[in-house]
């Protein structure tokens, strides 16, 4: 409806009050209506019995005269019954049937004929009269152009022998009823309309007070600090926003954690590039003195060089930053067993460069490892084919950096029931096992539990892979790699995804 405006629709207020004030409204109106009725009913009944009384004691004052004529001595008072006054004129008649009919019990009334006894003349009959003796015949009829009550009677009399038929008509104007009617109406639709206006002042005041928390809860809200992130009170409201204050309370505390993730990135970020900064000016202030031009371009040497460990920290800043983000990563089919061959490709030259021997290990080649019947020879997940991408590149470089010159680096893909992974498996040396889950917070490079040669890695390579498998709805797992030529092992990681049958061909 275009009467209602957005601020109307959200209004909790105004459709308590749209939906309680018509139907209290509503149901006043119909009460006043059941009591019209039921006034009008009961009027119509106490004076009907007034109209019959009058009616009965004429019917009961038709007596024999001894020649058999009938006679009629009413009651005084009867006749104060029937005078006319100011708004309630009377009218009646008593009238002898001739011929006698064979029985007056359900006969058609204007078909008689008949002699006035008494009263006036013309007075209009009932359609039909009543089935037994005595039995009241009420209607509405017109005299004289007067809209009148009637009430219709009829009564066998026998007298030695004798049988006379009489009916009796007894009438009275509808004006004084109809004007009770409505001075009972009035009351009563001024009495309703008291009760409406209080019970919509009560709902109006009811509504209010029962919203008073929700108001109390909005201000609180505006008046807080921008930092404020404490949760709200939830026993300062009805139970019914409970569930909503807590859900505010919940994104309160998610939104307290994404700033304290934010903030914690942006100071280790910050400490991380400070020294490498520092490190530059230095050198180049350094080579701005030196008068000897083979220092000079040995300095320079130094500074592109530590330019490049810069930009590496950079990207892996922005990728960590991207990974870290709480949205889903889009999702697509990726077969793991090509993402690894890509991949292994990708980092070949890096990895001869230090001697070391990387090689990938095609899941196809192994009989038997063709799961549920699969026949294209791939790993198959649900996850964006970039992001895995990054993690496992991630995992190969650590590998590289960290594993030492001449080892041997074997990266796989493969499937076990409803999990699909990726490994990549060295036997250099090693990492001590309470340092596997340390390992994988940001800036951490392994500590003490690192053997071997310290690299100039910046310990985000597995922060990031974690973080973009987390994305793809899956984890990193750290065990024992291959046997080392000292007598140790070396390190596994181990890339778990939700696995996904292949697609029809």
């Known amino acids: 409806m275009a009467w209602l405006t957005s601020k109307s629709r959200g209004s909790i207020r105004f459709w308590l009050l749209a939906l309680l004030i018509p139907g209290t409204?509503?149901?006043?109106?119909?009460?006043?209506?059941?009591?019209?009725?039921?006034?009008k009913l009961v009027t119509s009944e106490v004076y009907d019995s007034a109209l019959l009384?009058?009616?009965?004691?004429?019917?009961?004052?038709?007596?024999?005269?001894p020649d058999g004529s009938l006679r009629i001595d009413p009651p005084f008072y009867a006749q104060v019954m029937l005078e006319s006054r100011a708004g309630n004129r009377k009218y009646f008649r008593v009238e002898e049937v001739t011929p006698i009919a064979l029985s007056l019990a359900g006969t058609q009334a204007q078909h008689l004929e008949g002699k006035t006894l008494l009263g006036m003349q013309g007075l209009p009959r009932p359609e039909v009269l009543a089935d037994n003796e005595g039995m009241p015949v009420f209607y509405n009829a017109m005299y004289r152009n007067d809209e009148v009550r009637m009430v219709a009677l009829w009564r066998d009399l026998h007298y030695n022998g004798m049988h006379r038929q009489v009916i009796v008509l007894v009438g009275e104007?509808?004006?004084?009823?109809?004007?009770?009617?409505?001075?009972?109406?009035?009351?009563?639709?001024?009495?309703?309309a008291r009760m409406l206006v209080l019970a919509v002042l009560l709902v109006w005041f009811s509504v209010a007070w029962a919203l008073r928390p929700l108001q109390e809860l909005r201000r609180e809200i505006k008046a807080r600090d921008i930092d404020n992130l404490l949760p709200l009170d939830a026993n300062q409201v009805p139970h019914e926003v409970v569930p909503m204050v807590r859900a505010v309370n919940h994104h309160i505390d998610l939104y307290r954690k994404v700033?304290?993730?934010?903030?914690?990135?942006?100071?280790?970020?910050?400490?991380?590039?400070?020294?490498?900064?520092?490190?530059?000016?230095?050198?180049?202030?350094?080579?701005?003195?030196?008068?000897?031009?083979?220092?000079m371009r040995e300095t320079l040497g130094a500074i592109v060089?530590?330019?490049?460990?810069?930009s590496r920290l950079t990207e892996?800043?922005?990728?960590?930053?991207?990974?870290s983000g709480s949205d889903m990563a889009p999702q697509g089919r990726v077969d793991l067993n090509v993402l690894a061959r890509e991949v292994v490709l990708l980092y070949l030259p890096l990895a001869r460069e230090k001697r070391q021997d990387l090689g990938w290990v095609d899941w196809a080649d192994h009989a038997g490892n063709q799961?549920?019947?699969?026949?294209?020879?791939?790993?198959?997940?649900?996850?964006?084919?970039?992001?895995?991408?990054?993690?496992?590149?991630?995992?190969v470089h650590n590998a590289i950096n960290h594993a030492g010159e001449g080892c041997d680096i074997t990266v796989a893909a493969g499937a076990d029931g409803q999990d699909a992974w990726l490994s990549v498996c060295d036997n250099g040396v090693g990492l001590d096992p309470s340092l596997r889950e340390s390992v994988f917070l940001r800036f951490d490079r392994g500590g003490l539990g690192r053997k071997g040669p310290r690299s100039g890695g910046s310990g985000l390579g597995l922060a990031i892979?974690?973080?973009?498998?987390?994305?793809?709805?899956?984890?990193?797992?750290?065990?024992?790699?291959?046997?080392?030529?000292?007598?140790?092992?070396?390190?596994?990681?181990?890339?778990?995804?939700?696995?996904?049958?292949?697609a029809a061909v």
């Not at 509808?174 to 001024?190: E, K, P």
């Not at 990135?265 to 050198?283: E, N």
């Not at 987390?470 to 181990?494: F, H, M, Q, Y």
Request: hydrophobic fraction near 40%; include cysteine; glycine fraction near 8%.
């Open 25 to 39: 409204v509503g149901l006043l109106v119909y009460d006043s209506w059941n009591d019209y009725h039921a006034l």
């Open 53 to 65: 009384e009058p009616a009965k004691v004429l019917e009961t004052s038709v007596e024999f005269n």
């Open 173 to 192: 104007s509808i004006d004084m009823r109809l004007r009770t009617q409505q001075q009972a109406w009035r009351q009563g639709l001024f009495r309703d």
């Open 259 to 295: 700033l304290g993730k934010q903030a914690q990135f942006l100071a280790d970020a910050s400490h991380q590039l400070r020294t490498p900064l520092a490190i530059m000016r230095t050198q180049a202030q350094y080579a701005k003195r030196e008068p000897d031009i083979a220092r």
């Open 305 to 310: 060089q530590q330019l490049g460990q810069t």
């Open 316 to 323: 892996q800043l922005l990728s960590l930053a991207h990974a």
């Open 371 to 395: 799961p549920d019947g699969e026949t294209d020879g791939g790993v198959w997940v649900q996850g964006s084919d970039a992001e895995i991408h990054e993690a496992l590149a991630n995992l």
């Open 465 to 502: 892979a974690l973080a973009y498998a987390e994305r793809n709805r899956g984890t990193i797992v750290l065990k024992d790699g291959d046997p080392s030529a000292d007598g140790g092992v070396g390190l596994c990681a181990v890339l778990k995804l939700r696995r996904q049958k292949p």
